[in-house]
Structures are given as structure tokens and as C-alpha cells.
């Protein structure tokens, strides 16, 4: 039997203060979708629950939509309002 | 040389990394730590950034402006704790004259600001400390 798939979650800035974690591994399954993956951790993490409905998100280093699929191994990013500069 | 760095920019290096016999015109962009923000007194600002996700980005917006025009671009960025008048973002472009020099360096850093993940928080001179968020308080510059 395989272990479950997997995809890492990173949090940053503020958004990690308001989870209290910075990076969650999270199970992935067939469909699973960016959203799907925020609301699990909405689910998993009550600090989460703050997070807006529709933050930047980012798969794997690269710019990404809600509506992207989250794959195996893959790193889903979440990232508050971007402040370089 | 990285984009994302610990240790004190050097506008000077970044000039000298994009200069050449052909590029006459150089155009250097110094961005600092200001003493206020929003009506507030600021002493220090603590940066972080998205590691890997921030070095691809500002190596995507250097190629984009590098095809645009004639130019070379650096660009360095520091992460870490910052006092009032350090700065946190340089930029340079050079070309063969001013006008590719200027657009190409003032693309970088408005692109630059626009979309690489970095954050920033502030501690105010009353003690205080808030993340800063450019979409809620542009508002009240």
C-alpha cells in the first residue's frame, strides 16, 4: 500500500503568524485544487481560518489560480500582499 | 551575484556589474528606509522573502526588460532587520544612452515591487509593530 500523496503548504509573513506554521503537509487527492487545499487548512489549522478567501497563491515557485490543480510533491504557496521595496 | 541578500546593498557593485564599452548611460535606483509611513514614525522594518520563488521572479522581470531594450539589469534586494536610511532595493541599467537606461531601470523596480514575494514589517517608533500592506494603505501615503 502506497502512503498517502502529498503536497507541502508554505505560509509567509502574515499569513504564517496567523496560522502559527509556516509549512504543512497536506494530503492530496484526486481533483484536489488549490482552493481545496486552503480550505483544508482552514480545517486543520484554527488560526487559518483567518486567511482571506482568495489570497496569491503560488504552485511550485510560479504565480498560481485558486482553480490550478495541486499534484503530488508539489509546494503550494500562500502569500499575503506582496511589500518588497 | 544573488538577488536576495543579508548583507549591506552595494549600488556601486551593481553598476559596475551591468557596465560596459558600449553602455554609456547608467541609471541607479536606491531604495531606503523611510522614518514614516502612513503618519507614523518608523524605526526599523524587517524584511522576508519567498526564497526561490523571488529569485525567479526578479530573474524573469530582468530578461523581460533586458529584450524590451538595449540594456543590461541588476537588481539586489536585502532581507533581515533595517534601520532608518539603509537600503533595502537597488537596481541598475545600463545601455548605450540615458533613455533605455532610465525606462529600463524604472520598469524593473515598479515590476519589482508589482510581483516578487518579499514582506516587510514595521516597528513603529511607539513600540508598536504592524505587517505592512501596500493594498490597504495606499490610500493614505
Not at chain 2, 549600488?11 to 541609471?27: D, F, I, W
Not at chain 2, 522581470?61 to 536585502?78: G, Y
Request: aromatic content about 6%.
Amino acid at each position: 500500500m502506497d502512503t498517502p500523496a502529498r503536497a507541502t503548504v508554505l505560509l509567509f509573513a502574515r499569513y504564517a503568524e496567523l496560522a502559527g506554521a509556516d509549512r504543512v503537509e497536506v494530503p492530496i487527492g484526486p481533483g484536489t485544487d488549490v482552493r481545496r487545499v486552503l480550505q483544508g487548512l482552514r480545517d486543520e489549522l484554527p488560526g487559518a481560518a483567518a486567511l482571506p478567501e482568495a489570497p496569491l497563491c503560488a504552485i511550485n515557485h510560479q504565480q498560481a489560480r485558486l482553480s490550478d490543480a495541486v499534484r503530488p510533491g508539489d509546494i503550494v504557496a500562500f502569500l499575503p500582499p506582496l511589500a518588497g521595496g | 551575484m544573488g538577488f536576495l541578500s543579508e548583507h549591506p546593498l552595494d549600488v556601486g557593485a551593481l553598476a559596475a556589474a551591468v557596465a560596459g564599452p558600449g553602455r554609456g548611460g547608467t541609471c541607479t535606483f536606491l531604495g531606503a528606509v523611510r522614518d514614516h509611513h502612513a503618519g507614523r514614525g518608523v524605526v526599523e522594518l524587517e524584511y522576508s522573502a519567498y526564497g526561490p520563488m523571488a529569485e525567479a521572479t526578479i530573474g524573469a522581470i530582468v530578461a523581460e526588460a533586458e529584450r524590451r531594450w538595449p540594456v543590461r539589469v541588476a537588481a539586489a534586494h536585502r532581507l533581515g532587520r533595517l534601520a532608518v536610511g539603509d537600503a533595502a532595493v537597488a537596481v541598475a541599467a545600463a545601455g548605450a544612452h540615458r533613455e533605455e537606461a532610465f525606462a529600463a531601470c524604472r520598469f524593473v523596480i515598479e515590476e519589482l515591487k508589482r510581483r516578487v514575494p518579499i514582506w516587510k514589517r514595521e516597528r513603529f517608533a511607539d513600540g508598536t509593530e504592524a505587517w505592512v500592506d501596500p493594498t490597504a494603505v495606499e490610500a493614505s501615503r
